[in-house]
């Protein structure tokens, strides 16, 4: 791993809240993603499954953790299993945790080989009376290849047909949505990891430059400093940054364009989410900052309404109201139109037609319960955007914040955002 060890007590702290969600004389089991395959003999990096990072900290391959808390025998309430290593995947993989190791890492006392699992598991399914399981339950999510969950859940209903089992989902999403001071501090280092490559790319940007050399330049500082991309980098010039998810990154950025950056950092797999919409030469035109500072607005409007107790969706309701009456002031829209326009197909979303924010942690997409009311504690993002095809630009502006009691804290606020700020930057560049 790049980052710096984690302090044990944020896992520790973890499974504990999860225990105490479980029914009684339950136990519950999470594995690590698997490897995937690429071709020929090629892999992937290990993309660790984030349930089992939660309450570990693992980022190792063929991990399992079993959790029964009213277990009799006080040594199987916690026990997790590692991929035993051996002088051959030393020499070709490098090296792997050591029972010690892992049990310095976690705060599980308990750590044996994965050869153990079935028999340990087979005797604790005996005196258990539910078994929590887990899925990928994001209601975004394409579930196309199968997990190691999934296998593991299929051969455990199969072998044991009289359980009762639960969605572990459901309760993780409860717990992972409020985030820990822990973990604050870790979407804290993403999101200076990724300040960092921001005001890099911006000392660079020039009209000519290639979208493919903005992005070596985010790589170059976010893995200098141990992070990695926390998302596929959106990197659009021009007519590019009207295209939601643009990722070819393959155009020349030509005088005149904007240019959006919807690139950020991830940090021991805490994922910060940026987006900012700078001028190629250094100035916006005159429409090109009218619509900035129409986002702008509502990104400052929307960072202080996501407040706790309100339900996303009157969130999503408030922050489309006041693009709406931006894009009236900006002669994209009349009244005229809004009166008549179907309340399912509302006028805006020719301009805007995407969420206001969402949920962000150990995924970009966060998990979280988005059907109950926001709570302190949430991470979300916040974007808004105006899209203007025909007009050959667009403007998105997004940051992070943390949902508090008494105002949010922008996770982001030291990233420069005014058009000013932008416009100093890129005259400081010049020189």
């Not at 063929?62 to 020499?91: C, G, Q, W």
């Not at 660079?204 to 330049?217: D, R, S, Y």
């Not at 179907?342 to 206001?356: E, N, R, S, T, V």
Request: with cysteine; glycine share 6%; aromatic share 8%.
């Amino acid at each position: 791993m790049r980052y710096q060890a984690i302090a044990p007590e944020l896992y520790v702290h973890n499974r504990a809240n999860l225990s105490r969600l479980m029914l009684p004389n339950s136990l519950a089991v999470l594995n690590a993603n698997d490897i995937l395959p690429t071709n020929a003999d090629g892999t992937l990096p290990l993309h660790q499954n984030a349930d089992l990072f939660y309450l570990t900290g693992v980022d190792q391959e063929e991990t399992v953790l079993l959790l029964y808390p009213d277990a009799h025998d006080e040594k199987m309430r916690e026990i997790l299993f590692l991929r035993e290593t051996n002088d051959s995947i030393a020499r070709w993989e490098g090296h792997k945790l050591t029972k010690a190791e892992a049990s310095k890492l976690t705060g599980i006392k308990r750590v044996e080989w994965l050869s153990e699992f079935w028999p340990l598991f087979h005797r604790l399914m005996c005196e258990c009376d539910h078994v929590y399981l887990n899925s990928n339950e994001h209601k975004r999510a394409q579930v196309r290849v199968g997990t190691r969950d999934a296998r593991f859940a299929r051969a455990v209903q199969a072998r044991y047909p009289l359980h009762d089992y639960q969605r572990l989902a459901r309760l993780m999403h409860r717990l992972r949505a409020v985030k820990s001071k822990f973990e604050i501090e870790l979407l804290r280092q993403a999101c200076a990891i990724t300040r960092a490559g921001f005001l890099r790319v911006c000392r660079f940007v020039k009209p000519g430059v290639n979208e493919t050399e903005l992005e070596a330049e985010f790589a170059h500082e976010f893995i200098r400093r141990g992070g990695n991309f926390a998302y596929t980098p959106i990197i659009a010039s021009g007519k590019n940054s009207c295209v939601l998810h643009y990722i070819q990154n393959n155009q020349e950025c030509r005088a005149g364009d904007v240019l959006l950056l919807d690139v950020a950092a991830s940090y021991a797999n805490y994922n910060a989410d940026l987006t900012r919409t700078i001028p190629v030469s250094g100035r916006f035109s005159k429409r090109q900052r009218q619509v900035y500072d129409a986002v702008l607005r509502v990104l400052r409007a929307a960072k202080q309404a996501a407040i706790p107790g309100k339900l996303p969706k009157d969130w999503q309701k408030e922050s489309e109201a006041l693009i709406e009456k931006e894009l009236v002031d900006l002669g994209l829209l009349k009244m005229a139109q809004i009166k008549k326009q179907d309340p399912d197909k509302p006028a805006l979303k020719k301009y805007f037609m995407h969420g206001i924010g969402h949920p962000l942690g150990l995924d970009v997409h966060d998990v979280g319960l988005t059907t109950e009311p926001i709570q302190p504690g949430w991470v979300l993002t916040v974007e808004p955007g105006i899209y203007i095809p025909d007009e050959g630009f667009a403007v998105r502006l997004e940051n992070n914040i943390v949902v508090q009691d008494g105002g949010n804290l922008d996770l982001m606020s030291d990233i420069p955002i005014e058009a000013d700020e932008i416009e100093t930057l890129m005259r400081r560049r010049a020189r």
